[in-house]
């Protein structure tokens, strides 16, 4: 069975989907000179919200259709954060390589002055963990979950 199969390991599977589709997003706003639009990280909360609905899908269909809510809330959660912090480390490493783009951060934010690699990283992590959190809750009430007493 491979690593990706695994009912075992779906927020680790489906966590490192996340963060491919997120690298892959970056590297494809780079390429086209799109980087320096905000507006477009709108998008990195779809590829959030797909990989979680697809980890709970697939949760469901390794329980024999059943989900437990806390069960499920845990396997979102932990795989939207697996998925950001693993993007956060990329944008830290590319932020080391490429100090023109943490330069670009710090001119163009208004708190820029005081942020660097490390912080800047963070925030995306920590952004990336509330916003699964929250998503997952609401795909959660969407897909609805077993009883609480089954």
Known sequence: M???NDPRRIPEAYGLRIAAGLIAYFILMKLLNLAHNVELRLLNLAILVIG???ALKKLREVN????NYFRALITGFTTATIGSVLFAIFLFVYMKVD???MQAIIEGEPMGRYLNAYIAAFIVALEG???GLLVTFVILNYIGTDEVNQ
Request: aromatic letters at 32%.
């Open 129 to 131: 963990v509330f916003s």
């Open 99 to 101: 100090s023109s783009m």
């Open 52 to 54: 979680v609905y697809f």
């Open 2 to 4: 491979s690593f990706f």
């Open 64 to 67: 024999e259709d059943q989900l």
